[in-house]
Every structure is written in structure tokens, then in C-alpha cells.
């Protein structure tokens, strides 16, 4: 067994580049290889991971994956069939691509790269039973685009994509019925109802969270049913006590 593991350990560090590290995911063993000079995933994406619902042999497709981390996250602990993550910055998705073979998972999370409006060609039209996202959060032009490098801000500023597109790209991929999770700030949530109704996608669900009690909503966990008939559950507010070290 020891000499299993070392060689299974050899065989992960052998797909670490200059500079990369194996971050644990705390969870059935898996690791994450996380590059300090792109975006590294914040605890947003944690907890649409949490809020996602995944049941026995569905299909899952995560929009703008990053380096994997919902698809990893959901491969842990969902029955998902086949989750495929897509993502534009290559870096990015070479990092992606090397966790899931580290942890075995190549055969069952597949990474694509490329733009989320065209993924539709590579995975299937309403191909989808479940989408993620963890978009971009800002327009383009507003807020403080401060940041240390610039994968960071393309993952936080609308650049490469909005909330337009982001939806018109999910709803390309659901089946009729199939469900859309996504996190977002929560002074969009006009314009995140506008898009999905355009789109034929329902906001079914509904979940404010809340850095501290005192403090208001800053992010909101959505969950959309494409078709879906109107009427939205409104879940307690999610109060995350310690600093989270969010998008903002």
C-alpha cells in the first residue's frame, strides 16, 4: 500500500509546474492545483457547490470553471454521470485539466476549453440536466478593478462575458426542465430575473447571504428551472461569520 500511494504522490507532483501548488479540498482525498499567478478560487464557489443539487445520473456542464473547483467539488459528492467544465483562459484550463487527472477523475470530469457561448457545440444543445456558474460579477467599467494579475480581473469584471450572455449560454445547454445554479451579487438580482425570463428560465429559489447578522446581503445563490412556472422560494439568509474573502 505505501508503495502505491508513493507512487501515486510522484505521479500527481510530476504535473505541478514552476510555482504551482496541490491544495486539499478536504474532501474523499482530492486536490486542487492552484497557480498564484491566475485566479485562484474563492469561497464563492465553495458554497454554490454546496447549494447545487445533483441527483443519480445527470449531466452537468460548469461554465467558467476555473481551475476546476465545482467540478471537483460535485464529482466528490454528487452521482453525477458526466460533469464537464469549460473555461477560456488557458492557463486556467491547463490547470483544470492536470487536477482531474491527479485525482483520477479525467474519465469522469471532462475540462473543455474554449468560450461558454460556443459550448453548446462541444457538449450538446439542451444536452444539460444541471448547469453551474460562478460568474464574472461586475460590469465592465464599474467598481475597483484593482487586482494581481490579469486572469484575476477577467474573472471578476465582465470582460470576456455578461450576464447576458452567461444565461443565453446556460439555457443553450438545459433541457427542458433542467436546472441552472448560480451565485452572484445580490444588487444584480433585477437584471439576473430579466435575463433568465428572457431566456425561459424560471427563478425558482432564492438564497441572500450575509457576511455577518449585522451586515446586509452582499451575494445571492440562484437556483432557475428552464420551462419552469413561476414562483420563487425565498430560503434564510446564509450568514457566513468569518471574513470569506469574497469578490468585492
Avoid: W
Avoid at 504522490?9 to 479540498?25: I, K, M, V, Y
Avoid at 465582465?158 to 450576464?163: A, H, S
Amino acid at each position: 500500500m505505501q508503495d502505491f500511494e508513493s507512487d501515486k504522490e510522484r505521479t500527481s507532483c510530476a504535473l505541478l509546474l514552476p510555482g504551482e501548488r496541490f491544495d486539499d479540498l478536504q474532501i474523499k482525498g482530492l486536490r486542487i492545483i492552484q497557480n498564484p499567478r491566475l485566479y485562484c478560487f474563492s469561497s464563492d464557489a465553495v458554497l454554490l457547490a454546496d447549494f447545487t443539487r445533483v441527483r443519480y445520473n445527470e449531466t452537468v456542464a460548469d461554465l467558467g470553471t476555473g481551475s476546476g473547483i465545482i467540478a471537483f467539488l460535485l464529482a466528490a459528492r454528487t452521482k453525477a454521470k458526466l460533469i464537464y467544465g469549460v473555461e477560456l483562459q488557458e492557463g486556467l484550463y491547463d490547470t483544470a485539466r492536470r487536477s482531474a487527472e491527479a485525482n483520477g477523475l479525467d474519465g469522469r470530469v471532462k475540462i473543455i476549453r474554449g468560450d461558454m457561448r460556443e459550448a453548446y457545440k462541444a457538449i450538446g444543445q439542451e444536452s444539460c440536466d444541471v448547469v453551474t456558474v460562478n460568474p464574472p460579477y461586475r460590469k465592465e467599467g464599474s467598481g475597483d478593478k484593482s487586482a494581481r494579475n490579469e486572469s484575476t480581473r477577467r474573472a471578476r469584471h465582465e470582460i470576456d462575458i455578461d450576464l447576458q450572455g452567461v444565461i443565453e449560454s446556460a439555457a443553450r445547454l438545459l433541457k427542458f426542465g433542467g436546472r441552472l445554479y448560480m451565485i452572484h451579487q445580490s444588487q444584480r438580482l433585477d437584471d439576473i430575473f430579466k435575463c433568465a425570463n428572457e431566456h425561459n428560465i424560471a427563478v425558482k429559489t432564492v438564497r441572500l447571504i450575509q457576511p455577518t447578522p449585522e451586515k446586509p446581503p452582499h451575494l445571492v445563490l440562484i437556483e432557475g428551472v428552464r420551462g419552469g412556472k413561476s414562483g420563487v422560494k425565498v430560503m434564510a439568509p446564509l450568514i457566513i461569520s468569518a471574513k470569506i474573502g469574497n469578490r468585492e
